[in-house]
């Protein structure tokens, strides 16, 4: 494969076919651009910022994985800037957490109680928002709880076989299955307090991180008073997910109701409003975007569902008409290593195929497959020209279902509590937070070893840092310059710039080891349609 076949191109191989690995290995020089001054605001905890900033990045990566809790993934996690806030059993219930492998298709997960060793019980726990039904328990609405963090021992999942009455949720990962993630923490920066920026499954979760909605909000971050209508669950008329297919329609809440909110089926999953990537060219410089998927038609299509992003379906009826959205998950990795002849765009969002996702059920060959997946992403930067001018985020887009226990201080404040960490002002909407996912901020001015303690919005901190970073003086949400729902309040303010120095040179990358090849993943399938994700 030559260079002129990679340039540009987002069909470097059919998506079922493989990548070569030697085209994978052109290494070369990248011109990087030189910072641009820009005048420096007010960085005040818990006020409105001003834009934008000077700093020497110009890349921001976002890796996102898969329905994982902070209480799961980076359980008794430490550095010498902190330690993650995990419990070793829940506080309202005492259960204690047993271990549950990644790896989950093979190992399952262990009983509460009972005989050793543990039977096989593999469990997708359920993560929708749907609002408490006793008669099929699960979710977030059933675990929240209106507050009392009580309802995880009634969490029976989705795809669930239990033997003997074990309650799944209350896992965690074992840290010998995490080591790389535990290595970037420790090496970079942690978020403890991050919460999901809804409180509902895959399809919703992946819009919120690219929009910081997922429909019915106006672009001032209000609710459309003749159409409040949001996506909030998974389920679609013809299993469809995004502007390939715009009669589909999904479960949506009406976010003018009370929390746990009204569900109803009738919003469409091809949508118009304004995406962090539409946000971009109000930057200077033209920054340019890729979103790297593995199925453009399912859950995790991201801009696939946004019509302005999707630009129309192509002449082969099977992908957006955009460029910029690559219908390929292991194409990050090729042009990750292959930079210097694929240049790296200023926002790259990087979504896996299910297998190396650490999606529940779908995890294979192994438990190492999502940490190596990452490591590599992030080793590939980090041994590039490009590492002194990027920033790479990892993140998780939802909780899973699996236990957390964290509440914000002063639960007893309705402004504090997790479902109104994203509200408009005093307007409680039920699509509002959801639990804790882990957040890792990694870079080469990135604080070694810092604990970011500042409650807050995932996705939010996230599109704040992408607004903050390139100057877009036309945020998501208007004047109010938060980039998330949720600009009212204090909730998405922490852009997270206070896990950077900028102050000294770039730190030199310490890449972590992997122990599966990259030409395992170059190898791969680009797409993976058939696994069932939920």
Known sequence: M????VVGSRALFACTGALTLAAALVLGAVAIPSPVARPQPSHAHGALRGFPYTTPIHHVIVIVQENRSVDNLFNGWSSKGGNADTVTSDPVTHLALQPCSLYELAQGCP?????????NSQCDLSHKHEPNNPSNPGGFSTEYDLGLM??????????????????PAFSFVPPTETTQYWGFASQYAFVNHALQANS?????AHQYLIAGQAAGMLGNGDIVPSDPWSIDENETANSHHSCLHPNALATGVDLSSAFPGIEGPNVTDCNSYKTIFDALPAAGNAPSWKYYTNNEDGLWGGPSAVSQDCKGISASGKTCNNQSIINCSPQALMDFINNASVPLASVTYVIPKGSW???????????E????WVTLLVDAIGSSPYWSTTTIIVTWDD???????????SAQNPNQSIINCATNGTLKTPASCGFRVPMIVIGPYVKNGYVDTTPTNAAGSILLYIEHTFGISQPLTGTRGSGALGSADTWTTDDLMNTMDFTGAPHPFVPEPTSTPASWYLGQSCTDPSIRIR
Not at 2 to 5: G, V
Not at 111 to 119: A, C, F, I, R, V
Not at 401 to 409: E, I, L, R, S, T
């Open 2 to 5: 030559n260079h002129a076949s």
């Open 111 to 119: 009983p509460t109680s009972g005989p050793s060793p543990y039977p």
């Open 150 to 167: 009580d309802g995880f021992q009634s969490q029976t999942g989705d795809h669930c076989s239990l033997v003997n009455g074990e309650n």
């Open 200 to 204: 509902g499954p895959s399809f919703p």
């Open 357 to 367: 996702s650490d999606h529940p059920t779908s995890v294979s060959p192994g438990p």
């Open 369 to 372: 497959s999502g940490p190596n």
């Open 399 to 409: 909780w899973g279902g699996w236990f957390d226990h964290y509440q914000p201080p």
